[in-house]
């Protein structure tokens, strides 16, 4: 059963200080996707990675993914109280199958 | 603005009650999916479908929970004798591809058992 292990899980900052949320798993992935989620609304993508090794960058946001397509990271600089929500990675281990959630990183940014 | 469109927001039943939920997914996608959250964890899948077949069911999936998507259009979610359990968000999300194809998410239906 594949499995994608976040951490933290909880993470309060303060505006301006940079932060990493980590994303593993035992298992191979074809790709992993980054969503955002704020209260009351559905998730909603900031990136997918493909490639092992791949990094993608959205304005402060930074995601890798690692060499041997089992984990991810998502790193922001100069966090903003905007950033607040819940970052969940998403991954399907084959084309074609549903894409399975990690638990969240809780994020909270405090001015 | 065409989004993926769920009904009824929020539900309060009593234990026991059957509770339908409605998708109505972005008219051009054909892959719909159904998740469950709870607060503060990230979404569960459930069940999804391409087109009106429904290709893969979570194991945890009880045979109390059923879901149907006549026509490929919208899909609904049912879930029988409800129990406390059972309170939760539901979302459903759709996309027009599966491989690495981006999941676009509705508002949810909210679940209360009493």
């Known amino acids: 059963t594949q499995l994608l292990e976040q951490s933290p899980q909880f993470l309060s900052i303060q505006e301006g200080e940079n932060l990493t949320v980590y994303c593993n798993s035992s298992s191979v992935f074809s790709s992993l996707q980054w969503y955002r989620q704020e209260p009351g609304e559905g998730p909603v993508l900031l990136v997918t990675?493909?490639?092992?090794?791949e990094v993608k960058k959205l304005k402060r946001l930074t995601f890798q993914f690692g060499d041997a397509r089992k984990d991810s990271s998502l790193h922001i600089t100069a966090a903003q109280p905007g950033d607040t929500g819940l970052y969940l990675c998403a991954g399907a281990e084959q084309a074609g199958t549903a894409l399975i959630f990690g638990k969240g990183t809780t994020l909270s940014v405090s001015s | 603005d065409t989004g993926v469109s769920q009904n009824p927001r929020h539900k309060i039943t009593k234990r026991g009650q059957n509770v339908t939920f409605r998708c109505d997914p972005i008219s051009e996608h054909n892959r719909l999916y159904w998740y469950r959250q709870t607060l503060g964890q990230g979404p569960e899948f459930l069940t999804y479908f391409q087109n009106e077949a429904q290709l893969e069911k979570s194991r945890l999936l009880s045979d109390r929970f059923s879901a149907e998507r006549p026509k490929g259009s919208f899909s609904t979610l049912e879930i029988q004798r409800t129990e406390q359990g059972d309170s939760a968000m539901y979302l459903c999300a759709s996309s027009d591809r599966g491989y690495a194809g981006e999941l676009f998410f509705g508002e949810g239906s909210r679940l209360t058992v009493l």
């Open positions: 990675v493909v490639t092992g090794g």
